[in-house]
């Protein structure tokens, strides 16, 4: 018994060793490095709470890249949410050849995290790109997509709703999963198709919608390729995501303390959110057995 | 007993010695450069012939892209495992060696590389209290480049005064249309531009050469900011807000649509990259012409940033540091190297390599009419010192937000003035 024991940790151990040294160090490292002035060349000097007093007092880019996450991820979450859920309905009737609409819903994803479909993004939307082309052909006059303040965002919203596939294919299983003797009974008791939506199918999914929502709020605290290769950041850092942020400091200006800081608060912040949710999902989620198990 | 231990420490011994002897005549150094396919390419087959030469040396080549190559450099810097010889940027300096201790002083390898090969004033701008911290490749300075197409179209003759150059752009956008402009400035183009206007008027440079502040006068720089809206707004520049709408300001000129389809009259680059503002025009450099430099009458400063375009130097934790002293020789001096190279490592500041090249016509024509303008007006005294902090990445990000701002009509030349300044002092004093 000891013995197979052993064997098990020793199958693992890589595993483990990979984890202690490329997650949990660097992990311990940032957050010890986050009270220093860390230059990357030289030794790094202890400076206490500096990094983060300058942050919170003294940084007018980190309260704008706060601000541009934080919109963003209000516009993308419910944004890519709902039109998951919607797709994932529709591909739930058993139509002719579902399987290829279905492969084709979620080929975007599998598409969307690469660099590739951002440089394809930013042809799209740049001033005389397809969407533009398009948008003269019925009379509209060209929108600087990548070059306004006010639409820049946008686009990358776009990109990101576009990439629903993921949550599309849990939703798709969830819906599956939802007893049809349900819809049968309420169908006997005269509901239309919207009140068993609403009153069958959402509470029967809403574990799978917390769990998606938990997931996309964390992709898009973290959003970084889309808005690096499409905007640059820009306009007048109407893109600039904290990812994008943390990058420039650590990499371009090499202030590792600093980028450090930044990367706690972040952290913090999807913690953070990811609590409430877990918090408030006691009154808004229904685990089907829970009240037996109560019982 | 005693000579059995004996034996076996004088067999240790000799195995050590034998071993050291070897070491010292195999040795293995590190290169890393970034560049492009023909660079490396070029690198590449000069590594061979250098072994070929020096058998016992061995010149491992690391190499990659410009982008992501500074960090891995910094990361390795950070770890003590540097290369034996980096190619690095002048303006990388401060970061890598600040007091002039980051890197072994190639004064030490005096007797390896032939250092009066290279003109003094640019082994000054590498030297850092006293220690020269890499050896020196080719001289780089900004100037006017243009497709000839789009004047011969519109028959405007290239502008000599920045009157002319206003003139020319309405006519050409009169005679051509809205989406053809004299000049695409690039990203740093925008305010080094304007920057040579202001300093051929003022004769004073943004950042003091000698110490790190500001030299300009809030007035001043108002008027370098002012200037640059009027070419922006007289249609002079292509401007930042119409290069953000294209899909990014800071995308090379040879990657704009425009440019390839002759609509953007000229670039305002440097004279070593010249040639790849050709890659993408069907006429290749054929289809370029070198203007005459755009000054203010009675000048007495050009305002055009001339300075090395990057060094090699040699790491203080080499173990051959010889070898790579020899390697830099070769690679930075020789003919025959030179040969090999041609101008894929930038035009040689050597000047043995600089006659091979243009005796034996391997260089492009306009390459040589670019680089002799600047060296014209270098001997003429009219290229000005740069502060080695001018090109920080934090005062190059300082300058484009604030130009970025006034080209979307976000502030304008009085207001951003005095914060430019204020805010470049506070990153300098931090330097």
Known sequence: MYESKRLGYLFVLPFILGILAFNLFPFAASFALSFTDYPLIGAPTYIGLENYEKMVFDDDLFWKSLTVTVSFAVIVVPARLAVALFIAQVLNFKLRGINFFRAAYYLPTILGGSIAISVLWKFLFQQKGLVNIILDTVGIDPIPWLASERYAVWTIVALNTWQFGAAMVIFLAALQGVPKSLYEAAEIDGASFWQQFRNVTLPLITPVIFFNMVMQIVNCFQEFNAPYMITEGGPLYSTYFMAIYIYDEAFKYFNMGYASALSWVLFFLIVSIAGVLFWSSKYWVFYSGEKERAR | ?431
């Open chain 2, 1 to 431: 007993m005693f000579k059995r231990k004996t034996l076996a420490a004088l067999t240790f011994t000799a195995l050590v010695s034998l071993t050291s002897v070897a070491l010292a005549e195999d040795a293995t150094i590190r290169f890393a450069w970034w560049g492009n396919e023909a660079r490396a390419a070029n690198t590449l087959k000069v590594i061979k012939l250098f072994e070929e030469k020096n058998p016992g040396i061995k010149v491992k080549a690391e190499y990659s892209g410009y982008d992501g190559y500074q960090t891995r450099l910094s990361t390795q810097f950070a770890g003590g495992t540097e290369p034996d010889i980096m190619q690095i940027l002048l303006a990388w300096l401060p970061m890598f060696s600040k007091n002039g201790d980051g890197f072994s002083d190639i004064n030490q390898f005096s007797s390896l590389i032939k250092l009066d090969e290279f003109p003094k004033s640019t082994l000054d701008q590498v030297t850092v209290n006293g220690k020269l911290q890499g050896v020196p490749i080719g001289s780089t300075g900004f100037l006017f480049l243009y497709n000839k197409e789009p004047w011969q179209k519109a028959g405007i003759p290239y502008p000599k005064t920045w009157d002319e150059l206003f003139e020319a752009a309405k006519l050409m956008q009169e005679k051509l249309g809205d989406e053809y402009y004299p000049l695409d400035p690039t990203t740093q183009g925008s305010f080094l531009i304007s920057l040579s206007w202001a300093m051929q008027k003022y004769n004073v440079n943004f950042i003091d050469a000698n110490e790190p502040k500001v030299a300009m006068s809030e007035e001043q720089v108002a008027d370098w900011l002012r200037f640059f809206k009027k070419l922006e707004n007289d249609h002079a520049l292509v401007s930042i807000k119409a290069r953000t709408a294209m899909g990014g300001a800071s995308k090379p000129t040879s990657q704009m649509p425009d440019w390839v389809e002759g609509k953007w009259g000229g670039v305002y680059s440097q004279d070593s990259t010249l040639t790849s503002r050709a890659d993408t025009l069907t006429g290749g450099l054929n289809q370029l012409e070198v203007g005459p430099y755009i000054m203010l009458p009675d000048a007495k400063t050009a305002g055009t940033m001339s300075r090395t375009g990057f060094i090699y130097s040699i790491s203080k934790h080499s173990e051959a540091p010889e070898a790579a002293a020899k390697f830099v020789n070769f690679l930075a001096t020789d003919p025959e190297a030179a040969r090999i190279i041609g101008t894929s490592r930038a035009i040689p500041a050597s000047k043995t390599q600089w006659d091979v090249l243009t005796k034996e016509q391997l260089i492009p024509k306009i390459q040589e009419i670019g680089t002799g303008q600047i060296m014209e007006l270098d001997e003429k005294g009219l290229v000005p010192r740069f502060s080695l902090y001018f090109e920080h990445p934090l005062i190059y990000k300082l300058l484009f937000n604030t130009f970025e701002e006034l080209s979307f009509d976000k502030t304008t030349p009085e207001e951003a003035a005095p914060k430019l300044i204020k805010e470049a002092n506070r990153i300098l004093s931090r330097l």
